[in-house]
């Protein structure tokens, strides 16, 4: 992703060494371990509280079907769109977000959870990204397919930073994928930014962007990029007729500005201080077990 490496290398070692313990049988099972390792959550893939969300992506049919939706419900926008084109108008074109909006990455998020992760890694993410392991969203490659023989133009527009050679990585996914308008022109990537405004104001130059599609309010306004978690879900409800219609959302539960709404930051340390942050976020409603 594109900010900022957050995880050390003593904490990865010292999770791979317990991890390593456990397999071994150093220690006798989780319960043996110091209360401290427990906390820490090191080597203890049957308890990562990524788990949960992980296991939706890998495998809920009903994931899926939300990203059919998705895109049916795009194409119905593109219907819409293209019938009510004048001659005259400016070509229509859809502006796309890349990461978890057109592809997934399932099999980095597994191998964490198998290295004793429980949070994104960036370092991981950055080994893991040039091998073009990723998989297509389902229901992607047919849309953009579709847009193509419409004559809708499409851009794919993504906040990445895999060093200099990032552009060209975001390209091959496009490619390798097998993606229509797979090509420098229609690809914008951001590197030290996740501000994706200045690509939509220079494609609005010369289109008019019909649908906007993303899995992170960033990827359709700006001014979503807010750290407080009321204060994000308010703006979303100001704009609460163009979910559906200009913008379409595929779900993501693991990753995203949710989580910096809830940390400060995308991507927050492995620490105990923010495993306590994720709880209480967790915990915000909670029935006090009594009445
Ligand atoms: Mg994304």
Partial sequence: MGDKQTTTVTDRDRRRILGLMIAGGAVGGVSSLPVAAQDGAAGNEIRNSLLWAVAYKQTAAEFYALCHQAYNLARMRIDLALAEHASGDRPLAVITDMDNTILHALSYWGHLINEGMDFFDDATWDEWLPNNLITSVPGSNDFFNYCEEQGVEVFYVTSRNQGERTFEYALAHLKHLDFPFAREEN???????????????????????????????????????????????ALMERDRDDWGTRFILIPNPTDG????????????????DNRRILKDAATRVAWNGAE
Avoid: C, M
């Avoid at 939509?200 to 906007?212: D, H, P, W």
């Avoid at 809830?262 to 105990?272: L, R, Y």
């Fill in 187 to 233: 690809l914008f990537v951001f590197r030290e930014t996740s501000d994706k405004s200045p690509a939509r104001q220079k494609i609005e130059e010369s289109f008019e962007v019909a649908l906007t599609l993303g899995d992170n309010l960033n990827d359709y306004r700006r001014d979503y990029y807010v750290r407080d978690v009321d204060e994000r879900r």
């Fill in 257 to 272: 500005h949710w989580v910096r709404a809830i940390f400060g930051e995308s991507e927050p340390a492995p620490t105990d």
